[in-house]
């Protein structure tokens, strides 16, 4: 968990699904100042988690 929250927020504003709120949800956001929130789609999916994995850690 401490590598998820320690990685650059320019980078966690690019996971973005199409529901409103489903992707990255953090600093900035309607929410909570204090609320940081990742959705991921299709987590079943090996392809969906592996986007996601190299989306946060390039």
Known sequence: MKELVEVPVERKQKNVL???NYGWVG???HVSPLYEG???GDVSNYDSVK???QLMWP
Do not use: D, T, V
């Open 18 to 20: 199409p529901p409103p």
């Open 38 to 40: 990742f959705g991921l």
């Open 51 to 53: 986007n996601f994995a």
């Open 27 to 29: 600093q900035g956001s």
